[in-house]
């Protein structure tokens, strides 16, 4: 089974900080995904890539960068956290078809 | 217009009952459907693709309807272990972007 592990679960950071948010899948899938899920407005794409050093945005990326230096890993940026970025982050990676999902990471800025 | 639109619901049936869902989407050029089972506060799991043809799993059946754009999935003898959100999903062109509805709610009951 693919396995897409987001390292962390829970975090707490200050309005300004910049924040990292990884990903990393094990099946050498080309696609990989950023979503940001928040109650009544469902998931909503922030960036994909579709190869290592590739990426393009989804529907809501400002505020947010990506990188893909590695095949197997996907980072989310958040430039200069702010507090309407309080969600939930999930990561996902596909082939062509059904993405997998991570454990997703649980953001509050404060 | 959304590009997939689903009733959010809840859906509160009872135990044993029969419950369907219809997803439906505008873009006539959608490729590939699937439907993904969400419980609170963890990541979305892919439950059964959708196939022209309509396929079934166990008490899980789901349908495509390409001259209406929509699909749909329906539970027999619902269980209280079903009780999650479930997001359709459509993906165009199979690049493996996946466009998700808002999700629907289902509260299975004793």
């Known amino acids: ?11 707490v950071k200050r309005t300004g900080e910049k924040v990292f948010l990884e990903c990393v899948q094990d099946m050498d899938h080309e696609n990989m995904f950023w979503y940001r899920q928040d109650p009544g407005l469902g998931l909503r794409l922030i960036y994909f890539s579709y190869d290592v050093k ?29 507090t309407n970025q309080t969600s939930m982050y999930l990561c996902a990676s596909s082939l062509s078809g059904a993405s997998t999902f991570g454990s997703g990471t649980r953001l509050t800025v404060v | ?12 049936v009872p135990e ?12 006539s050029a959608s490729q590939s459907f699937f439907w993904y089972r969400q419980d609170c506060r ?25 001259a209406s754009q929509y699909i749909s999935l329906l539970i027999r003898d619902s269980k209280l272990s ?15 972007k996946l466009i998700f509805g808002q999700g629907t709610t289902l509260q299975v009951k004793p």
């Open chain 2, 42 to 66: 963890k990541e979305p799991k892919l439950l059964m693709s959708v196939y022209s043809s309509g396929n079934e799993d166990g008490r899980f059946t789901a349908q495509l309807n390409r």
């Open chain 1, 54 to 82: 590739m990426k393009e945005k989804g529907d809501i990326p400002e505020g947010y960068s990506v990188s893909r230096e590695k095949k197997e890993r996907f980072s989310l940026i958040l430039e200069s956290a702010s």
């Open chain 1, 1 to 11: 089974d693919v396995k897409v592990t987001q390292s962390s679960r829970y975090l």
């Open chain 2, 1 to 12: 217009r959304k590009e997939v639109e689903q009733d959010p619901g809840p859906f509160n």
């Open chain 2, 16 to 27: 044993g009952a029969t419950v369907a869902f219809n997803c439906t989407y505008s873009n």
């Open chain 2, 82 to 96: 079903d009780s999650a959100t479930y997001l359709c999903a459509v993906n165009l062109h199979n690049t493996g």
